[in-house]
């Protein structure tokens, strides 16, 4: 027992050095931590939770939307980020989407990211809302499922207005490899979760689930880290 002891110090001693050499900041206002978190606690109690937001995807269907909070500081500097290939950002996102909504009651059997097209996922290198997904997967033991891909480059939604986002992303997703059957034999009566870092006018989130809805599931929720309200 005498080594478990032993070892047990040494790790103490390396995590207290390493805190002294690498120590943590707050990732809005980067002031010193104390403590291991994302925010400091001035920053962490400024996030002001929101109602969900019940989506209409078709004319007898509508999927409800999850979000942490308004898109305002600190999640907004978290999600801005991305711009800057900090993906540590969103697992720290998708953390506090954990923590901070219904998430971790929630039954879920598939978690699918809304996807990036390949011309921007080639600048960028990675897909936030993949990444967010993946560990939501983890935290939520469900299985991570990137079935959609975007079938075309689209204009930033943030330059546009309400009805042009809308028009910019109307049929711009499809299964990945075309593979319908498989697809459906998935998720077809299964729980699904769609994934996204930021609802604006909801229309990705829409077009995005009018896809999946084809394929039956039992239900289809949506989660963000921020809606704008």
């Known amino acids: 027992m005498h080594w478990v002891f032993g070892i047990s110090v040494i790790y103490k001693t390396f995590t207290h050095l390493s805190s002294l050499f690498y120590p943590s900041f707050c990732r809005n206002c980067n002031k010193h931590l104390v403590q291991d978190s994302i925010f400091c606690d001035t920053c962490d109690k400024s996030v002001k939770q929101i109602a969900s937001l019940y989506l209409p995807v078709t004319k007898t269907k509508d999927i409800k939307v999850i979000a942490v909070s308004n898109y305002q500081d600190p999640l907004k500097s978290l999600i801005l980020k991305k711009s800057f290939d900090d993906v540590l950002a969103c697992k720290q996102l998708a953390n506090i989407m954990f923590?901070?909504?219904?998430?971790?009651?929630?039954?879920?059997?598939?978690?699918?990211?809304?996807?990036?097209?390949?011309?921007?996922?080639?600048v960028r290198g990675f897909n936030q809302?993949?990444?967010?997904?993946?560990?939501?997967?983890?935290?939520?033991?469900?299985?991570?499922?990137?079935?959609?891909?975007?079938?075309?480059?689209?204009?930033?939604?943030?330059?546009?207005?309400?009805?042009?986002?809308?028009?910019?992303?109307?049929?711009?997703?499809?299964?990945?490899?075309?593979?319908?059957?498989?697809?459906?034999?998935?998720?077809?009566?299964?729980?699904?979760?769609?994934?996204?870092?930021?609802?604006?006018?909801?229309?990705t989130l829409k077009n995005a689930a009018k896809v999946l809805l084809m394929f039956q599931p039992k239900s289809i929720i949506a989660v963000v880290a921020c809606r704008v309200v």
């Open 99 to 122: 923590e901070k909504t219904m998430l971790s009651s929630m039954s879920v059997d598939f978690i699918v990211p809304i996807p990036l097209h390949w011309s921007r996922f080639a």
């Open 129 to 203: 809302s993949a990444v967010m997904a993946k560990t939501l997967s983890k935290k939520m033991q469900a299985y991570y499922f990137p079935c959609l891909k975007r079938k075309k480059r689209t204009v930033f939604q943030s330059t546009l207005s309400g009805k042009k986002r809308q028009q910019n992303v109307e049929d711009v997703f499809d299964v990945v490899g075309n593979n319908q059957e498989m697809v459906k034999k998935v998720i077809k009566d299964k729980n699904v979760l769609l994934v996204d870092d930021l609802c604006t006018t909801g229309a």
